[in-house]
């Protein structure tokens, strides 16, 4: 090896799925420090160049880090009682109007300290870095007051510390109404609104904020009042919409700038087409279908023909989607949604990236920071194919390698 820069590392006869495609042919890919500097076909490369860093190996296939948009990482307790429930036939709304569903994990989360709600992320955090996750978001909204809401921020910021992974914060204030306010759904608006908003950005501790619309949880209007809210201190915001029914929640996210709408398996051409005039993005979560047993699909040609771009995510949570694993959902967005392969790959990079208001991420691209997957496989329809741990071989995250 005729390694002069140890920083300079290069792949050699590696297929790659660049965020957007699968490149022609064979490449070399080369890092410099945390970014990729070029990305060429191996006949375009001369000998010279391959030898100039430290030779990563070669063969396989090269992803950008894997970026899971949209989970709900950190909670107390689980849910499984609940899952036996449904399965015998009470629906998830019935769940969460006898005082189960996400109450019940409010109850556990609020019951355990900051330590505890870390230290029971951890092992689903690792097996996400371990199936290539590089960027995570995670969200609050088990804590349902100001303390506990700040309290799930701060251990979703502890996980960022403690782990190789990026991880990025939503607040989830409106995702259920707390007993406290049973009857009172416009004053716990105004408390999210005037306390829990300006608490998370005075102290740093949220990078978006997202709402819940939905019959069982808050109204587009009061959604409204939570997105001008945070738009007034400058966050980006999301929306939980048409998950369960069609409120028009993710036309009224487009309208306020959202940087995406998630579910909306009830989505309709009047909320399309206002995410499109937005450039608001489509994130399809499956596992939540998937568990659910839901049978009406989101308009998934609907939004390709709009040109509406889709992320994929695993919506990793205690109730609807207790699957923590990022490649599963490349599966199950190709086996329930007949998205393409590329499409969900696409979905869980370049467009997850896009999602979190994070553009220069996933892609593996001269200039762009030096995420990387290598994948023991041949071709990158192969991630969504099969369901097999395993087979990532290295994975690069700001330039160093942590696994393989
Ligand atoms: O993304 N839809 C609402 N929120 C979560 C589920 C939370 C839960 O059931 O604990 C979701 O499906
Ligand atoms: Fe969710």
Redesign the pocket.
């Known amino acids: 090896m005729a390694s002069s820069d140890k920083s300079r590392r290069v792949w050699r006869d590696v297929t790659v799925f660049d965020g957007d495609q699968t490149l022609e042919g064979l490449q070399a890919v080369i890092v410099e420090g945390d970014i990729f500097v070029d990305v060429l076909p191996m006949a375009d490369t001369d000998a010279a160049l391959l030898d100039s860093g430290e030779d990563m190996g070669s063969g396989g296939v090269i992803t950008p880090g894997l970026i899971d948009c949209?989970t709900?990482l950190v909670?107390g307790g689980n849910?499984a009682e609940e899952f036996e429930a449904r399965l015998e036939g009470v629906s998830?709304e019935e769940v969460?109007r006898r005082g189960g569903?996400?109450l019940s994990?409010v109850n556990a989360t609020r019951q355990a300290s900051e330590d505890d709600l870390v230290a029971s992320a951890l092992p689903r955090l690792d097996a996400l870095i371990a199936d290539g996750v590089t960027t995570i978001e995670i969200k609050s909204?088990?804590g349902l007051d100001v303390e506990h809401e700040m309290k799930m921020l701060r251990a979703a910021r502890r996980l960022g510390e403690l782990r190789p992974i990026r991880v990025v914060t939503t607040l989830?204030g409106a995702?259920?109404l707390p007993p406290e306010f049973k009857d009172d759904s416009d004053d716990y608006i105004d408390l999210v609104c005037n306390e829990m908003i300006p608490r998370a950005a005075a102290e740093g501790l949220a990078d978006a904020v997202d709402v819940?619309c939905?019959k069982i949880?808050f109204s587009v209007s009061q959604c409204e009042r939570v997105f001008k809210a945070a738009n007034a201190y400058g966050l980006p915001i999301k929306a939980?919409a048409e998950?369960?029914s069609n409120l028009g929640g993710s036309a009224a996210a487009a309208r306020h700038g959202a940087l995406s709408a998630?579910?909306i398996e009830y989505l309709d051409e009047a909320g399309i087409e206002a995410m499109r005039e937005a450039g608001t993005l489509a994130v399809i979560?499956p596992g939540?279908f998937h568990t659910?047993r839901e049978t009406q699909q989101p308009p998934i040609e609907a939004l390709r023909e709009a040109g509406v771009p889709m992320a994929v995510a695993t919506?990793a949570?205690?109730?609807?989607?207790p699957l923590f694993q990022a490649t599963l959902m490349l599966n199950l967005a190709c086996t329930l949604f007949r998205m393409t392969p590329g499409e969900a790959l696409a979905g869980m990079t370049a467009h997850g990236a896009q999602a979190l208001g994070l553009n220069e991420l996933g892609r593996v691209a001269p200039g762009q920071p030096a995420d990387l997957c290598r994948w023991h496989i041949e071709t990158p329809a192969e991630l969504a194919y099969a369901v097999q741990p395993g087979r990532l071989a290295q994975r690069l995250y700001r330039g160093e390698l942590t696994e393989g």
């Open positions: 949209h709900h909670f849910r998830y969460a569903g996400i994990t909204g088990y989830l995702h259920a819940f939905e949880a939980h998950q369960l998630d579910h979560l939540a659910l919506d949570n205690p109730g609807t989607s």
